[in-house]
């Protein structure tokens, strides 16, 4: 008789004894014991290895050259560089006593650098180049994960038409996650040294850096959020820009859903920073929004908030609340209204109160061959300020940069010099090479230069203190429509027309009216986009007519982009922009033309190459060109990759000459 098996299986021990024991159901005991008993050795597992070895030789010759020349009394700097820099590389994935126990990830180079620099000031040295990136998990699958980690990176930093910056950056951290079922909390601490090496030594800086963030979530129901958050930071920044803040940031969320299927919504954010240092600020705030979804076509809304700061130059207390709604009449037409008030004391600078109300109608539309937009606005808001101080501070105000066009501060009488303008991480950036400034009466016009540290689409923040004007009630009217007509059928398919109309005038009431010029405008904007084939065309002009800043802006731009082959891709973009200031009689006129090429040869070898001209004409501040050229060719066979790169920058200015020219060669063998 044969009957089936069942096995039993024991580990007892780490290291220790496989005993298997197979018994037969049915029989006897005796017979059972007569079943085989199986001793076997437990198959040793490694307590440490290393898997996904990869090591690397490398070699890299860099030569650098930055000539400054000034036009006004001849003077030049010329920095020339060769640096010859030999590297080995190791990464490698480990683990001790098991991945779950420690799981490592450890890399970095290290290798011999010989340097010389001739131009006005002659050097050679010899050093070190180290980079690494070493991170430990600990317990990683387990209820509180513990990551370490230690980086060190080098990155050279090209912005168009500017000098090349050499960033390295060391940043050591630890990070906690504890995956509980009640409070899910994140940790997150590291100190991080950057620094900015500039060969004209306008930009060299070093910033050291310590952050530690806090993050704890709770969901006392299924219907309601709870987000706690506390960061902590300390920097230093040295160079050119000097600053020097502590920070303590903590914020506490609700998130509540509520109503007919849960289709309200309240949102409870308070906030509170205290900072010190360079900049010191204290602030309170509180932010109250409630949405509700009463239908398919009918929302309503309501917004709180509640702030306050505390800086050494004044103390400022604000509210602000809106309430409105948003209608959908079918799927064509969709109405939006709001009304709002907002008061500001400022203490012994005064107090502000505004009220306004707005409405806009969207009227959207499938018409013979395309989609009509139509847009109808009307506003009224009235301001009454009470001035008491003779100079009021307006801090950290907003503003992005659309390149080419420069950015309007619009605030009277700005105290010539009190202009400061800084980044989101609070880097100042530099007058007369980042930005310039012109101040006139009702407003101050900011330009970004070639070569600044200002990119296209950055968003920069400014702190400025202007004379105070009179105690006065301001109202505001304006109106406003807007159409666009896209064309997506027939022969004229990829065609987009579009204008807008905007106006707007300011009744001022004060005991002295002569110290206001009410403010009257229009904005007329149209154009025309087109899009065939490769190609994209458009051309747009805005007139603005002002009575405190009149200007108008003409766009022509040109853009062709196309994968000839599989490996070949092409991107062409040309735009002529002209911009008339009447109030300065200065005209601007801005070309811009720029191409990159992508061209793989072979499997191995590919070649990319960019290129870009700038002329920009202004009555007031003189001419620029600028053009701009970079190649890279790259071959890469088995586990060997050679690379040559070039880049040559040449700008002339009625101010100032630059030159800057790269070329670098690398060969890396991967083993």
Known sequence: MKASRCTLWFLWGWGGLWISLALCPGLTPALAQEGPILITQRQKIDKFGFTNIQAAAELIYHFQRDEN????????????????????????????????????????????????????????????????????????????????FAQRSTSQVHSQFSGTTLNTSDTFGADLSIRSLTFPTQLHFEHRITTQDDPTDQRTSQTIQDTFTWHTAYQPTDTQTIDMDYTFKSEEQTGSSINTYQSH???VQHNLRFGPDNRYNLDSRLNHLIQTGSTQLTRWRLDESLNMSHSDTFRTQARYSYNQEQRPENEQASHRATAGFIHKLYKSLTTHANLGIASTDNGPQGSYFEKHAN??????????LGILNIDLSATISQENNNQQSSTVNIFDEPYVYTDPLPITINHRNIVNGSVIVHNAAAI????????????????????????????????IYITYSATSDPSNTTTTFGRGISFRYAIDQGLFKGLDLYASFYQSHQNIVSSEPLSFLPEESTDTLYGINYSIWKLNFRAQRNNHDS??????????????????????????RCNYTTT?????????????????????????????????????????????????????????????DVYL????????????????????????RTF
């Not at 090479?433 to 990119?455: A, E, Q």
């Open 547 to 572: 009575v405190t800043s009149p200007y108008q802006t003409t766009d022509f731009s040109a853009n062709y982009q196309s994968r000839l082959s599989n490996r070949t891709s092409m991107n062409l």
């Open 645 to 668: 790169t070039g880049r040559n920058m040449i700008t002339k200015s009625n101010n100032q000459n630059t030159l800057s020219q790269i070329i670098e060669l690398g060969i890396k």
């Open 428 to 459: 100042t950036y530099i007058e007369g090479l980042d930005y310039t400034l012109n101040y006139l009466t009702d407003f101050v016009r900011l330009t970004v230069p070639l070569g600044s540290s200002i990119n296209n689409g950055d968003t």
């Open 69 to 148: 020349t000034s036009t006004t009394n001849n003077n030049t700097t010329n920095i020339t560089e060769n640096n010859f820099k030999e590297t080995f590389s190791l990464s490698a994935d480990s683990y001790i006593i098991h991945p779950n126990l420690v799981d490592l990830t450890l890399g970095g180079s290290f290798g011999m650098t010989q340097n010389s620099i001739t131009g006005n000031t002659n050097s050679s040295t010899l050093g070190t180049a180290l980079s690494y990136n070493a991170t430990a998990t600990f317990l990683r699958k387990e209820y509180a994960p513990l990551t370490l």
């Open 580 to 640: 008339d200031y009447f109030d300065e009689d200065n005209q601007i006129k801005i070309l811009l033309i720029s191409g990159s090429m992508n061209q793989q040869f072979s499997r191995n070898l590919y070649i990319n190459f960019n290129a870009a001209y700038r002329n920009e004409r202004d009555n007031l501040n003189g001419n620029t060109q600028a053009h701009e050229q970079s190649i890279e060719l790259r071959w890469r066979r088995r586990q060997t």
């Open 359 to 368: 409405i806009q109608i969207n009227y959207r539309k499938l018409v013979p």
């Open 249 to 251: 940031d903590v914020t």
